[in-house]
């Protein structure tokens, strides 16, 4: 069951990457023009612009083509269907094809998917109700049998208690081609005091038509060698992002072995965090991450046995991911929200990017919807096609008995157009954006709060579009209309509920 549902998944990834791919990270071409500005929030918008018959009509040729023996102009024509349909440089799409073209060919010859199911999964009903079942597959991770402690409402901390400085930075994207002076629109898709570093994710910039596994280990050990420079005697704590691997978003789990497997990477990765990784979790990272929907190294249950024993011990846990749960395929997302709420005491944070926006999330009680047990921090990228942010949070710890709870935050960002603007005579700028407790109106940084601030949006339209300036970084596009009305409502409905595929929660 894991293997054939790897090789599907990988097999409709290579399939629409081949013809599709774009630069956009987080979702297609279509979803970033700005008529379409939040589309990506309907569940019926997913690869808009794909029209049915050219998805099944290109996945039969495909198949016919590799059933026969006949592969050779397989490539050449999805270069073509990249440049034409979709109109990407024909150095993207050259080399996208060329980077996922191993990885088609052995899905390929592994399993076998219809042009109803890659079609009807990705575009809906309204082309196929055939799918892909193992992409809505949802199975049951096991918890252990002792019984989950009575929940206590969390407490503010003392007056005067110490608070952690912890800055949180994601989706850097770096290009390290950039040359100073170099057009920023080519036409192409592409000293301050902490006591810990949260990363989470993405280095590597869009360009992943011609990224080589050269270049990413480069990034990392050139990345980890500056923290160590800078931030000498600071924790660093990271998750690996979807850009991390070449080709992008393909990690392929332990049992793929030889040229089409993570030795490549681990080993390296290993060694730039082992500063800060103690070395009995050696094996943990050189297992880091998988995409695979049985998770057949058992990595959930891992991550449950560590919290049972984060509980035992009386100790609190901060989570930190890529992807955040309610953007994840429905088996990971449901599995661990049922960890996060068996867990709710232990686990005091959940730490996401990705989406390069400023986002929130608030964890409710799949058993009891009004109750708000969890918050997803989702910080804005430091990127720099929008203006770059990042996070300072305010956290209750360092001393006896702390909660370990997110207090406030210092929201960051670098205003590009003042930036460019000045020119080089300026030295770089950051500005504090905003402060949850300040803008907000919010006494603690902790879920029920967040729960009530969803609340208000709801009855002010004025807070609702400060939340929206915010999730832009302040820099909304020139064409932007005002989000009002379903917009508003699919926003709310994306605050609350993180569980992907769940109509339940109400919103």
């Not at 901390?157 to 608070?163: I, Y």
């Not at 050139?222 to 005697?233: D, G, S, V």
């Not at 009004?370 to 989702?378: E, L, S, V």
């Not at 994306?494 to 929660?505: E, F, K, L, T, V």
Request: hydrophobic fraction near 35%; proline fraction near 7%; aromatic fraction near 12%.
């Amino acid at each position: 069951m894991a293997t054939k549902a790897y090789l599907n998944i990988v097999l409709v990834g290579s399939i629409l990457l081949a013809v599709l791919m774009n630069a956009s990270d987080a979702r297609p071409a279509a979803f970033n023009a700005p008529s379409n500005h939040y589309n990506w929030l309907s569940s019926s918008g997913r690869l808009q612009g794909l029209e049915c018959s050219l998805c099944k009509d290109f996945v039969a040729l495909v198949r016919k083509a590799l059933d026969s023996g006949e592969s050779s102009y397989v490539p050449e024509i999805a270069k073509l269907v990249c440049i034409i349909k979709y109109k990407e440089a024909a150095q993207v799409c050259d080399g996208v094809v060329t980077l996922w073209r191993p990885i088609f060919k052995f899905a390929i010859d592994k399993v076998y998917l219809s042009p109803e199911n890659v079609c009807g999964q990705y575009l809906g009903s309204g082309c196929s109700n055939s799918t892909i079942p193992e992409l809505n597959y949802y199975w049951n991770v096991t918890l252990p049998s002792v019984p989950k402690p009575p929940v206590t409402p969390i407490q503010p901390p003392t007056p005067g208690a110490r608070r952690l400085r912890v800055a949180h930075i994601s989706d850097v994207h770096v290009d390290m081609l950039y040359k100073v002076g170099a057009s920023a629109d080519c036409g192409l898709p592409t000293c301050c005091r902490f006591d810990a570093i949260y990363f989470t994710g993405d280095l590597p910039d869009h360009h992943v038509w011609e990224q080589t596994r050269e270049q990413q280990v480069d990034i990392y050990r050139n990345f980890t060698a500056l923290l160590r420079k800078y931030f000498p005697n600071v924790a660093f704590v990271a998750a690996l992002g979807n850009h991390e691997s070449v080709p992008v978003n393909s990690f392929p789990p332990r049992y793929i072995k030889g040229n089409e497997s993570m030795d490549w990477y681990y080993p390296a990765l290993w060694e730039f965090l082992s500063p800060w990784v103690p070395s009995d979790q050696k094996e943990n990272v050189l297992k880091w991450i998988l995409q695979n929907i049985t998770d057949p190294d058992d990595q959930l249950q891992w991550l449950i046995s560590v919290l049972q024993r984060a509980e035992s011990n009386g100790e609190k846990v901060h989570i930190l991911g890529h992807i955040p749960s309610s953007e994840l395929i429905k088996g990971y997302s449901w599995n661990y929200i049922k960890i996060a709420e068996r867990y709710e005491s232990t686990i005091t944070g959940h730490f996401f990017g990705h989406t390069h926006h400023d986002e929130l999330g608030v964890y409710f009680d799949p058993a009891n919807t009004t109750r708000a047990f969890g918050t997803a921090y989702i910080v804005g990228s430091l990127k720099t096609d929008d203006n770059p942010s990042y996070r300072v949070y305010e956290v209750d710890g360092g001393y006896a008995n702390a909660s370990w709870q997110v207090l406030d935050y210092y929201n960051y960002i670098f205003n590009l157009t003042d930036a460019n603007k000045a020119g080089q005579q300026r030295d770089p700028t950051w500005i504090l954006e905003y402060q949850p407790t300040k803008d907000y109106g919010l006494r603690y940084a902790f879920p029920a709060e967040w729960a009530k601030l969803i609340d208000r949006f709801e009855q002010s339209d004025e807070l609702f579009q400060l939340y929206i300036r915010f999730y832009h970084k302040s820099h909304l596009p020139s064409s932007q209309q005002p989000c009002t009305g379903d917009c508003k409502r699919q926003f709310i409905c994306r605050m609350r509920n993180m569980r992907s595929g769940d109509d339940s929660i109400p919103c």
